[in-house]
T-cell receptor, first 113, second 108 residues
Framework: ETGVTQTPRHLVMGMTNKKSLKCEQHLGHNAMYWYKQSAKKPLELMFV???????ENNSVPSRFSPECPNSSHLFLHLHTLQPEDSALYLC????????????FGPGTRLLVL | GIQVEQSPPDLILQEGANSTLRCNFS?????LQWFHQNPWGQLINLFY???GTKQNGRLSATTVATERYSLLYISSSQTTDSGVYFC??????????FGSGTRLQVQP
């Protein structure tokens, strides 16, 4: 599936670095999501945006800062991360909220040293 | 919050065999999806099935919403079916809660 793209696909960063993850959807959807998949844990929701407005923050630490400039783009800004933040970060989109199929991007595999 | 339990956690099959994966959930849902995660991490949509039965080729799924479970059937399995299968539900929070997955390995 190429409807949702994510860059970079792999990222290695130090704990003092600042980096950003980018997600773009080409499906004309209005809702976008960030999920985190850690080793040996289920995927967990981080943020939800609908029509560029954040509708859900699942108690995510402030070292993760999302940005949604329009309905097609979603960013996750990272700063002063910890090694335990190493994970696969997945972006998804859906036509709207609730009763809608979500489509996922390929993910960014992040390693924090 | 809602609990989503998948079974079995691991499954090894010989090519050509059939299998049934189960997803139990603890509350009413308005959205249920099945995904296949390939070895590279990509989550691929299989079914959007909050209720009823759907079929797509060798795969089919049934959700019995009143009894809070969903089943994914894989027939005539192939090595390319290997990976992790996730069930995910939405109770109205408007985001998906995932189960822990079933890791399937199909051997030639």
């Amino acid at each position: 599936e190429t409807g949702v793209t994510q860059t970079p696909r792999h990222l290695v960063m130090g704990m003092t670095n600042k980096k950003s993850l980018k997600c773009e959807q080409h499906l004309g959807h209005n809702a976008m999501y960030w999920y985190k998949q850690s080793a040996k844990k289920p995927l967990e929701l981080m943020f939800v945006y609908n029509f560029k407005e954040q509708t859900e923050n699942n108690s995510v630490p402030s070292r993760f800062s999302p940005e949604c400039p329009n309905s097609s783009h979603l960013f996750l800004h990272l700063h002063t991360l910890q090694p335990e933040d190493s994970a696969l970060y997945l972006c998804a989109s859906s036509p709207g909220l609730g009763f809608e199929t979500q489509y996922f991007g390929p993910g960014t595999r992040l390693l924090v040293l | 919050g809602i609990q989503v339990e998948q079974s079995p956690p691991d499954l090894i099959l010989q090519e050509g065999a059939n299998s049934t994966l189960r997803c139990n959930f603890s509350d009413s849902v308005n959205n249920l999806q099945w995904f296949h995660q390939n070895p590279w991490g990509q989550l691929i949509n299989l079914f959007y099935i909050p209720s009823g039965t759907k079929q797509n080729g060798r795969l089919s799924a049934t959700t019995v919403a009143t009894e809070r479970y969903s089943l994914l059937y894989i027939s005539s399995s192939q090595t390319t079916d290997s990976g992790v299968y996730f069930c995910a539900v939405d109770t109205g929070r408007r985001a998906l809660t995932f189960g822990s997955g079933t890791r399937l390995q199909v051997q030639p």
